[in-house]
T-cell receptor, first 112, second 112 residues
Framework: EPEVTQTPSHQVTQMGQEVILRCVPI?????FYWYRQILGQKVEFLVS????????KSEIFDDQFSVERPDGSNFTLKIRSTKLEDSAMYFC??????????FGPGTRLTVL | RKEVEQDPGPFNVPEGATVAFNCTYS??????FFWYRQDCRKEPKLLMS???SGNEDGRFTAQLNRASQYISLLIRDSKLSDSATYLC?????????????FGKGTTLSVSS
């Protein structure tokens, strides 16, 4: 069964550094998403992406964040200058035409 | 008012028990409804979509009451493997890229 994959599984970085989180969505899916979950809190929407552009973004997704689909398979989330409060699990999700979104295993980002 | 509210639990039940979770949502424009399951430090996994007429998948039954903005999940004959956090999720619009709004989840612990 096809799955969303994410790399790395755990990223440790220093405050102020740039990080790139990578995702490979399910191959025939059209819509791509990033969510985050701070430890002990709910899953929060960051951004959605369709047809090579951002469809929607939340107030969390400020100028420090960007997304890109550099080729036909990868979908990346970049955080330009990480802050302590960016420490969280970051989940990529994708969906086909139907409504259900399928999540990757997540990248745990730890900012020191 | 929180967008999606759930009783956090925990619900501690013995194997074989029937347990019900409830959820309310604040936005009457919500169009799609789901229950996701999340194991500790793992990604959310789709358990089932929730339809207006109610739907059943094996031991799991989901109900939707649009007038009351209320969603429920019933688990019959609980198994040890059902222990997880159950996330109530809504989608405001059925358009491309629209975000999922998550509740904080209800924790279920099934014991032998």
């Amino acid at each position: 069964e096809p799955e969303v994959t994410q790399t790395p599984s755990h990223q440790v970085t220093q405050m102020g550094q740039e990080v790139i989180l990578r995702c490979v969505p399910i191959s025939n899916h059209l819509y791509f998403y990033w969510y985050r979950q701070i430890l002990g809190q709910k899953v929060e929407f960051l951004v959605s992406f369709y047809n090579n552009e951002i469809s929607e973004k939340s107030e969390i997704f400020d100028d420090q964040f960007s997304v890109e689909r550099p080729d036909g398979s990868n979908f990346t989330l970049k955080i330009r200058s990480t802050k302590l409060e960016d420490s969280a699990m970051y989940f990529c999700a994708s969906r086909p035409l139907a409504n259900e979104q399928f999540f990757g295993p997540g990248t745990r980002l730890t900012v020191l | 008012r929180k967008e999606v509210e759930q009783d956090p639990g925990p619900f501690n039940v013995p194997e074989g028990a029937t347990v019900a979770f409830n959820c309310t949502y604040s936005n009457s424009a919500s169009q799609s409804f789901f229950w996701y399951r999340q194991d500790c430090r793992k990604e959310p996994k789709l358990l089932m979509s929730v339809y207006s007429s109610g739907n059943e998948d094996g031991r799991f039954t989901a109900q939707l009451n649009r007038a009351s903005q209320y969603i429920s999940l019933l688990i019959r004959d609980s198994k040890l493997s059902d222990s997880a956090t159950y996330l109530c999720v809504v989608n405001i619009r059925n358009q491309a890229g629209t975000a999922l709004i998550f509740g904080k989840g209800t924790t279920l612990s099934v014991s032998s």
